[in-house]
C-alpha cells in the first residue's frame, strides 16, 4: 500500500542516525521530485533522472574533494 509522509520521514531520521555513525553521507532526496516527475507511481521520467543526476552531482561535489 501507499506509505504516508510521516514515515518516509521517520526513515529518513534513522537513516540519517546511521550514516553518521557510520561517518557515511547522507544525502536527503525526498523532496527533490515531486508528482508530475514520475512517468508511473514508482518510476522517474527520463528528464526527472536527468534532474536527479545533476542534484547528486552538485551534493556530492561538495563533500568529495
Known amino acids: 500500500g501507499d506509505v504516508d509522509n ?3 520521514n521517520t526513515y529518513n531520521e534513522l ?3 546511521i550514516s553518521q555513525k557510520y561517518n557515511a ?3 536527503d532526496t ?3 521530485l515531486d508528482n ?3 512517468s508511473d507511481a514508482i518510476h522517474p521520467s ?3 533522472q536527468e534532474k ?5 552531482l552538485e551534493a556530492l561535489s561538495t ?3
Open 46 to 48: 527520463i528528464e526527472a
Open 63 to 65: 563533500r568529495i574533494k
Open 15 to 17: 537513516i540519517k542516525k
Open 6 to 8: 510521516q514515515t518516509i
Open 36 to 38: 508530475r516527475d514520475f
Open 30 to 32: 525526498s523532496y527533490w
Open 52 to 56: 536527479l543526476s545533476a542534484k547528486f
Open 25 to 27: 553521507y547522507y544525502i
